[in-house]
């Protein structure tokens, strides 16, 4: 017993020498992981995907009005009240993205799109987003990008008839407004083309003829005199 006490005694040392180096090896392994690389083990990468790209390239030609923001969480355009559960609600919803969303010249979103992946969307996270989104009156769609709707539809479905139509009647307005323009631009250069140089004469011919001849010689006979 006697020598067993012994034994332990002499390597209460020598362990805790192994405790104190493992301490040291686990806090310079965390200052390592810490500490900024010399040489970031990372690569840029594109924004969107094919099928996405070619959605964003749509919406910003149906929507050349607007602004389509990429990617951003519904918490930038989406706040819950001033009470106790706000960090809950901001907490549960900070997760939550669509693919697009349709910005206001004012910075409001006025709708949001998903592009589905090659899985999918759940049906839980689109009646979810569908929920939330028109609680807050922003519509909400999923696009399939080999089947795009007609941009009329979804201008009307994100805007109202009357925005597009008031859309509409600005765009009449602005080409009938240009093409007066040009009508009144062509009508002068065609006025031009008809005077003949006769119209125009010389200077110098101008300065002989419509001075009298008996002016001239009034003119040296006072001299003259």
Same mark, same amino acid.
């Given at each position: 017993?006697?020598?067993?006490?012994?034994?332990?005694?002499?390597?209460?040392?020598?362990?805790?020498?192994?405790?104190?180096?493992?301490?040291?090896?686990?806090?310079?392994?965390?200052?390592?992981?810490?500490?900024?690389?010399?040489?970031?083990? =990372?690569?840029?990468?594109? +924004?969107? &995907?094919?099928? !996405?790209? #070619?959605?964003?390239?749509?919406?910003?030609? %149906?929507?050349?009005?607007?602004?389509?923001?990429?990617?951003?969480?519904?918490?930038?355009?989406?706040?819950?009240?001033?009470?106790?559960?706000?960090?809950?609600?901001?907490?549960?919803?900070?997760?939550?993205?669509?693919?697009?969303?349709?910005?206001?010249?004012?910075?409001?979103?006025?709708?949001?799109?998903?592009?589905?992946?090659?899985?999918?969307?759940?049906?839980?996270?689109?009646?979810?987003?569908?929920?939330?989104?028109?609680?807050?009156?922003?519509?909400?769609?999923? =696009?399939?990008?080999?089947? +795009?709707? &007609?941009?009329? !539809?979804? #201008?009307?479905?994100?805007?109202?008839?009357? %925005?597009?139509?008031?859309?509409?009647?600005?765009?009449?307005?602005?080409?009938?407004?240009?093409?007066?323009?040009?009508?009144?631009?062509?009508?002068?250069?065609?006025?031009?083309?008809?005077?003949?140089?006769?119209?125009?004469?010389?200077?110098?011919?101008?300065?002989?003829?419509?001075?009298?001849?008996?002016?001239?010689?009034?003119?040296?006979?006072?001299?003259?005199?």
């Amino acid at each position: 017993m006697n020598t067993d006490l012994e034994w332990l005694l002499a390597a209460l040392p020598l362990m805790a020498m192994f405790c104190v180096l493992y301490w040291l090896r686990q806090r310079w392994v965390a200052r390592q992981k810490r500490r900024i690389p010399r040489r970031w083990p =990372l690569h840029a990468r594109e +924004l969107v &995907n094919s099928e !996405e790209l #070619r959605v964003w390239r749509w919406l910003s030609e %149906t929507f050349d009005d607007h602004h389509v923001m990429i990617k951003i969480a519904v918490t930038r355009f989406i706040r819950p009240h001033a009470s106790e559960t706000g960090l809950y609600w901001y907490g549960l919803l900070k997760n939550i993205t669509c693919t697009f969303s349709v910005c206001a010249e004012d910075g409001h979103v006025v709708g949001c799109v998903d592009v589905p992946k090659s899985f999918g969307l759940s049906q839980k996270a689109r009646t979810l987003k569908e929920d939330l989104l028109a609680h807050c009156g922003i519509a909400y769609i999923v =696009l399939n990008p080999s089947r +795009l709707p &007609n941009p009329v !539809e979804i #201008r009307n479905e994100f805007l109202g008839e009357v %925005t597009e139509r008031s859309r509409d009647s600005k765009r009449e307005e602005a080409a009938a407004v240009a093409a007066a323009r040009v009508s009144l631009k062509q009508t002068l250069v065609q006025q031009r083309r008809m005077r003949k140089p006769s119209d125009f004469p010389e200077y110098g011919e101008s300065a002989t003829s419509s001075m009298p001849s008996h002016r001239h010689d009034s003119f040296f006979i006072q001299s003259n005199s």
